[in-house]
């Protein structure tokens, strides 16, 4: 045996189970986000010439506003800012509780005991089992939905049950259907809203419910939001921490990512509950050492400034309007929604005189592939693709040439729905 044989089966053999143990790296299964990398890369060899209209990027579009850059640049000249930052600055966390009150009319946060700043919400989601995950408790999670806290529940040894998000229930979760055993043996329960991928907001009055139907069980409530501020025609940004009783169960994550073109800055931060808030504060500290300073003043300058997450909404708005008036023309039944950047629509059965769809990632690969138009799908609660309105545009002009393009791509078929 050559020593790099030896040493490949060495190294094979001591992978955990929770990845794959031995058979790590041998499953030849192609995962979803896969297949829309290779059907891209395909479409831009197959059609050099044509523009790869990219609707799936779940990403703003642009830059962060020349404010909160220019507010790092100085930052990050300081000798002062130069070290560790641990579980954060208190000049972030004023600003953060400021930013709850004023966006969304929370009140009563205590910026030291009740909020800590993360680098992004994906590590908080991911570091949140840690907390509370024994093997065999359960993480009850909402499908088609964002995977990270079931993904490390189950690394944990936790179990994940699923509820679907259905459009007769306004893609909401009917936390009525959950079985009562599951209830029970539960330990967290995680929402997110407005919702990736289905755009749906959630109420006051469902919120209330979560709070009361947590009680009820002692369940964690993890509400994930990094699209709260992120609302339209009317509709005013919604804090599950607004609701009576729900710091008592639980804990909403916030980021700067969406609201304000900050997706590679990596800042967010976790507020509520003040004993989930320190467990999490004691698993992060042994995770990791803190977001730059620099980056913690330069975000903690954009929370008091959400005028600048207002007109970037007020560029998705425009850009979901023309995207539901040109969706609708060509027959699907799109409806535009209150907040995210997101918009969720059911996949057709097929084509008139070409091929039909099984399933949305069917549909999805015909749209990459035949009209340069990339989406993500999901079959999880039936065939829905998810188009995001960040797609690359400079500008009113810009955008409407882009949906333009997409109708005229589409209009050249039929599509059948029923």
Not at 4 to 16: G, K, M, S, V
Not at 360 to 373: G, N, P, T
Request: charged fraction near 25%; charge should be negative; hydrophobic fraction near 40%.
């Amino acid at each position: 045996m050559s020593i790099e044989l030896y040493q490949e089966t060495y190294i094979q053999r001591q992978f955990a189970d929770r990845i794959g143990g031995a058979n790590y790296g041998k499953d030849t299964a192609i995962y979803k986000f896969e297949k829309i990398k290779r059907a891209k890369a395909a479409a831009k060899r197959d059609f050099p010439n044509v523009e790869l209209i990219d609707m799936g990027v779940g990403e703003p579009d642009e830059m962060a506003d020349p404010g909160i850059v220019a507010k790092l640049a100085e930052e990050a000249a300081k000798p002062e800012n130069r070290g560790y930052a641990d579980n954060g600055i208190a000049e972030f966390k004023s600003a953060a509780a400021l930013y709850l009150q004023e966006v969304f009319g929370v009140t009563g946060i205590d910026p030291e005991m009740e909020i800590v700043h993360s680098i992004g919400s994906k590590p908080a989601l991911a570091m949140l089992p840690s907390c509370f995950i024994n093997p065999g408790d359960i993480t009850i999670m909402t499908v088609p939905g964002y995977p990270i806290l079931g993904t490390h529940t189950k690394y944990l040894g936790g179990e994940v049950y699923t509820v679907p998000l259905t459009e007769e229930n306004h893609f909401l979760p009917d936390l009525a259907s959950i079985p009562e055993e599951i209830a029970r043996k539960a330990k967290l329960l995680y929402l997110n809203y407005p919702n990736n991928p289905t755009g749906a907001s959630a109420t006051a009055e469902f919120f209330a419910e979560v709070v009361e139907w947590a009680r009820k069980f002692n369940v964690v409530v993890v509400h994930d939001a990094p699209y709260a501020a992120l609302t339209y025609d009317g509709l005013k940004p919604l804090s599950f921490l607004s609701i009576p009783g729900a710091k008592d169960v639980g804990v909403e994550l916030h980021s700067l990512s969406k609201s304000y073109n900050m997706t590679g800055w990596r800042i967010g931060f976790v507020a509520g509950n003040p004993l989930i808030v320190k467990a999490f504060s004691d698993v992060k500290d042994n995770n990791d050492s803190g977001q730059f300073i620099a980056i913690q003043k330069a975000a903690a300058y954009g929370l008091a400034h959400p005028e600048i997450t207002e007109r970037i909404a007020e560029k998705y708005s425009r850009r979901h309007n023309l995207l539901v008036a040109a969706l609708n023309e060509l027959g699907f039944k799109a409806k535009k929604p209150k907040g995210s950047f997101f918009l969720y629509v059911a996949a057709p059965k097929g084509v008139e005189g070409g091929p039909s769809f099984a399933t949305a990632e069917d549909f999805a690969q015909y749209l990459i592939r035949e009209k340069l138009i990339s989406t993500v799908p999901w079959d999880d609660a039936g065939p829905y693709v998810r188009f995001s309105v960040t797609f690359a545009a400079s500008g009113a002009a810009e955008e409407e040439r882009v949906i333009s393009e997409i109708k005229r791509r589409l209009g050249d078929v039929k599509f059948i729905f029923e």
